[in-house]
């Protein structure tokens, strides 16, 4: 029997946030933004008013709703986050307490922008192996409240933004499924793109000095990352092809991480597939880490670009560093 995602949904904040805007912060333009990333806007909680656990039960409203099944009905709750309300605990019992669910499992994985394709495959085991039946995953992620609006941070802070995005997963009864997964990491690259503080050696974890000297926010060697992935992208989603027997040209939607318009073309391009198979939405919300796929697959189906039967794959790349990739039959 195989993995049926029969709910799916997303949330963003309502506070819109434009290049325009970031040029009031710091030295930094629209054509600039724009040129370099394809982002024209993102969005941004209200300071204060939402935080990850929030913005995640709001997309896994919509998914259940999708799914017709209620919290109640859950038996786990997955929450892909590197951005958790507080450090302890995860999001995964706050949002299992706000849903309303039963004393069910629920806990988090982080894994930054691989988080989603992570998760998806430890998803599709744990219901293949029969212990648990209907999952609520999630994507979720509040950046905003953790970049530095500075010159010092605007290779960053012009990136990411806020979003949640929320799987239901079931027993397929039908041909749905999950039918691989291939994921990869190398650690060598962490400094690449890494938040160095808080750190675990530190007593006190952070000091005044990690403060002044920007060690609180993440940091990132934007062209080692750009060229790995569009390295790695397109070799994961080739091996996977290839350990299925398939080609692409069997695959009606690529669902990218959005981590950069030119990184999404160039992903399409080693691969050899024209843009409209390779979806891309990352001039509205910016990088939104874990939530990136899971906001991108609702916005894709809502616009047709795939049905029932098709075949998809997800792919991501992200810090650690981590890539993968899911071939699903929808
Ligand atoms: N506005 C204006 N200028 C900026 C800027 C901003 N927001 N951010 C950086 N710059 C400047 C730099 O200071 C640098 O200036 P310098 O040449 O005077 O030192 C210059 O732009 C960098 O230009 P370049 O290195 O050619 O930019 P790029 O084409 O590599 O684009 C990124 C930079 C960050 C957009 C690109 O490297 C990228 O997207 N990398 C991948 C990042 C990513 O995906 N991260 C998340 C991974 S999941």
Request: with cysteine.
């Amino acid at each position: 029997m195989g993995t049926k995602i029969s709910g799916f949904g997303f949330y963003v904040p309502e506070n819109v946030v434009t290049n325009f805007d970031l040029e009031k912060m710091f030295n930094t333009s629209n054509e600039w933004i724009v040129e370099r990333t394809g982002i024209h806007e993102r969005r941004f909680i209200a300071s204060n008013e939402q935080n990850t656990s929030d913005i995640s039960v709001l997309a896994a409203k919509k998914a259940l709703k999708m799914a017709n099944i209620e919290a109640e009905d859950l038996d786990l709750i997955v929450a892909a986050t590197m951005t958790a309300d507080h450090l302890i605990p995860g999001i995964g019992t706050i949002i299992q307490n706000k849903l309303g669910c039963k004393s069910i499992p629920a806990f988090d994985i982080r894994q930054q922008c691989s988080g989603f394709v992570y998760g998806l495959e430890m998803v599709d085991l744990y219901i293949k192996s029969g212990k648990y039946k209907k999952v609520l995953f999630i994507g979720a992620e509040v950046l905003s409240t953790g970049l530095d609006f500075t010159d010092r941070g605007r290779d960053t802070a012009a990136l990411f933004g806020d979003g949640a995005g929320a799987f239901i997963l079931e027993n397929s009864q039908d041909e749905s499924d999950i039918i691989d997964s291939i994921l990869y990491s190398d650690g060598k690259y962490l400094k690449d793109l890494w938040k160095e503080s808080p750190n675990s050696a530190q007593k006190g974890r952070v000091t005044i000095e990690d403060i002044q000297n920007g060690k609180i926010f993440p940091k990132m060697n934007g062209k080692t990352v750009f060229k790995h992935a569009i390295t790695k992208m397109p070799a994961v989603v080739t091996e996977l092809l290839e350990r299925n027997n398939l080609t692409k040209d069997d695959i009606t939607q690529i669902i990218s991480h959005q981590a950069n318009y030119r990184i999404t073309q160039m992903v399409a391009k080693r691969l050899k597939l024209p843009m409209e198979k390779v979806f891309s939405n990352i001039h509205k919300y910016g990088n939104t880490t874990a939530a990136t796929i899971p906001i991108a697959f609702t916005e894709a189906f809502a616009e047709g670009k795939f049905k029932r039967g098709d075949l998809i794959i997800t792919v991501a790349f992200g810090s650690g560093f981590t890539w993968g990739a899911n071939l699903i039959k929808f």
